[in-house]
């Protein structure tokens, strides 16, 4: 079992930049393969990064952030971080992280096994 809480939405202008942080409780989180996912109002839930467990080596992107958005972990610190800069407001959505324990690395939303409670980002144009 592992808690999720995010941090670090707000309101921002097109074209600043924010970071989000997702601190882990509960479990051995280098063990977790991590990810970020976002929900726009009326809109699905859509993947946005992903990081694999242990050392991080792999990482995947959604397409429309791709180059504007980092993600990283800090396993000492127990948090996983995306960077985001060159926002649109198309970017405007819930934040959520995900720790996944079955799998080293996955894009997938149903192979998270736990979810945070979501982070507010709104960009304005």
């Known amino acids: 079992q592992v808690q999720l809480v995010e941090s670090g939405g707000g309101l921002v202008q097109a074209g600043d930049s924010l970071r989000l942080s997702c601190t882990a409780s509960?479990?051995?989180?280098?063990?977790?393969?991590m990810g970020w996912f976002r929900q726009a109002s009326g809109k699905e839930c859509e993947f946005v990064a992903a990081i694999s467990w242990f050392d991080g080596a792999n990482t995947n992107y959604a397409d429309s952030v791709k180059g504007r958005f980092t993600i990283s972990r800090d396993n000492a610190k127990n948090t996983v971080q995306l960077q985001m800069n060159s926002l649109k407001p198309e970017d405007t959505a819930v934040y959520y992280c995900?720790?996944?324990?079955?799998?080293?690395?996955?894009?997938?939303?149903?192979?998270?096994?736990?979810w945070g409670q979501g982070t507010q980002v709104t960009v304005s144009s």
């Open positions: 509960g479990a051995t989180f280098r063990s977790y393969a």
């Open positions: 995900a720790a996944a324990s079955r799998y080293s690395f996955t894009t997938t939303g149903s192979s998270y096994d736990f």
